[in-house]
């Protein structure tokens, strides 16, 4: 590869900074330059490439707020195409900005719904206390009701990899009903966490939902 390296490199996340949604350059991989054609170029490269030899038929990227937006705009138009699958984790739950990417990525990619996951972990903890109309739009507060209006690109899930490591007991215990919610709504494209289902007793109840 022919990497443009960037001299000024410093591990400060403020460094890197896109104006744009808090995003910024991640710690790994910020000093080469995607600002730079033949950089980008070489990434789409590699990822035809491995599209080709593994036969992959969708993507899931990591960490949307730290790659540079135009740069992932084009690397999904030019390696994913129309008929491949991707979907983007944008660690932010304000549903307005997981509106917002969806046009930054030029609708070419979904977008992980962490506006529900939040709206579920808060009900989980209300005692009885939770409005229930709130599920209603899958988003509360703003006003945004950005699964009920972005349904096609939220991909909807109760817990993930990230999520799990600060484990709330409280929402453990209230994810069977979680899980039926996702799973039982028209609007989004759910995802069932490997963790809740093979080692948090949840798979039979899966099932049958």
């Not at 979904?110 to 739009?137: T, Y």
């Not at 494209?189 to 798979?203: A, H, I, M, R, S």
Request: contains cysteine; aromatic residues 16%.
């Amino acid at each position: 590869p022919q990497w443009d390296f960037d001299p000024s490199y410093t591990s400060d996340p403020n460094s890197g900074t896109y104006g744009t949604l808090g995003m910024y350059d991640a710690l790994n991989g910020c000093e080469i330059r995607y600002t730079i054609d033949a950089n980008q170029q070489e990434m789409i490269d590699w990822g035809n490439w491995l599209t080709d030899v593994l036969k992959l038929d969708g993507y899931r990227i990591d960490t949307g707020k730290h790659i540079f937006p135009p740069f992932l705009s084009r690397w999904l138009k030019e390696v994913k195409g129309t008929t491949r699958f991707a979907v983007t984790e944008f660690y932010d739950g304000n549903p307005a900005h997981l509106a917002m990417v969806i046009d930054l990525y030029a609708k070419q990619s979904r977008i992980f719904d962490f506006a529900l996951h939040f709206l579920l972990q808060r009900m989980s903890a209300c005692n009885s206390s939770f409005d229930m109309r709130n599920l209603r739009f899958g988003s509360a507060g703003d006003g945004s009701r950005f699964l009920e209006q972005h349904g096609e690109y939220a991909v909807t899930f109760v817990d993930n990899h990230d999520t799990d490591r600060n484990a709330n007991p409280r929402l453990a215990n209230f994810k069977s009903l979680a899980y039926t919610y996702i799973l039982t709504r028209s609007a989004g494209y759910p995802v069932v966490f490997y963790k809740d289902y093979y080692e948090g007793n949840l798979g039979p109840t899966i099932d049958k939902i």
